[in-house]
């Protein structure tokens, strides 16, 4: 089963190409407190349909490149101008 991932489109500046921001909140192990994490995917855009401040759901997929192993399925929401 391949992991589906919904992230924020930080940079769409290259072709066929966007970096996706996953962000998360966790517990700290040791100490409790509610730490902010995020995680930064590299994403293979086929028709360059996201822009940058998008919001997008990607899976994931065979390596692309050396930093793409992600594809985009669909835009959810798009950036307001």
Same mark, same amino acid.
């Given at each position: 089963?391949?992991?589906?991932?919904?992230?924020?489109?930080? =940079? +769409?500046?290259?072709? @066929?190409?966007?970096?996706?921001?996953? @962000?998360?909140?966790?517990?700290?192990?040791?100490?409790? &407190? *509610?730490?902010? +994490?995020?995680?930064?995917?590299?994403?293979? +855009?086929?028709?360059?349909?996201?822009?940058?401040? +998008?919001?997008?759901? *990607? *899976?994931? =997929?065979?390596?692309? =490149? &050396?930093?793409?192993?992600?594809?985009?399925?669909?835009?959810?929401?798009?950036?307001?101008?």
């Amino acid at each position: 089963m391949r992991k589906k991932l919904t992230g924020l489109v930080t =940079s +769409d500046k290259m072709n @066929k190409s966007l970096r996706v921001e996953i @962000k998360r909140l966790y517990r700290h192990a040791r100490y409790g &407190k *509610i730490v902010r +994490d995020k995680t930064v995917c590299h994403v293979h +855009d086929e028709a360059n349909a996201a822009r940058e401040g +998008d919001v997008v759901e *990607i *899976i994931e =997929s065979r390596p692309r =490149s &050396k930093m793409k192993r992600w594809e985009l399925i669909r835009v959810v929401k798009t950036a307001e101008d």
